[in-house]
């Protein structure tokens, strides 16, 4: 049986296996940065945990705050991963249409917004609503919120330049006719 699996920050054990699943995703030399946003971003309310019913973690989503200030509060789609046996069998597109998108509304956030991993998942994205952004000459920036910018800032250091992310994809829960773009702070 496979079931949403809490989040506790103090289960080593857990951590252990939260780390694992995002190596095996995104490679072993992003370790540091997977501890930095472990320590900085990770908690109950924005950690979704995938397990069977041994416990054993099967995918793990993490919802980062992002913060327009003149459109309210949306939710930046982070460190998206599913154990690599388990992939294709709609894990993360249900834990995500199931779980996380439902609080999201529920939890008052305007949109989500994401960056995939490689350009390969754009069309998995697009089969969850998110359309590509295109054009961020006109459109208004979505800028990371506090824990957001702490965990980069730790993880990369101070922003110098203000460049728009690759392969951006948004989607709006509420009806909008806005521009967007996300902005970052890493570059």
Known sequence: MIRLHPYDGSDSLLRSSILSLLSEAFGKE?????????????????????????????????????????????????????????????LMTGLYKEAIEPRLIERGYRGACL????????SFYKGWGFHLLRDAEDAIPITPGQRATDYLIAAYGQPSIDNPLP????????????????????D
């Open 30 to 90: 992003g370790q540091p940065y997977y501890e930095l946003a472990m320590e900085y971003l990770y908690d109950g309310e924005h950690t979704f945990l995938l397990s069977e019913g041994d416990g054993a973690l099967l995918a793990v989503a993490l919802v980062v705050d992002y913060v327009d200030p003149d459109k309210g509060r949306w939710a930046y789609l982070y460190s998206f991963a599913t154990r690599e046996d388990r992939r294709g069998e709609g």
């Open 115 to 122: 960056v995939p991993a490689t350009s390969s998942l754009v």
């Open 167 to 186: 392969f951006r994809m948004i989607k709006p829960f509420v009806p909008t006719v806005d521009h967007y773009r996300l902005v970052s702070p890493l």
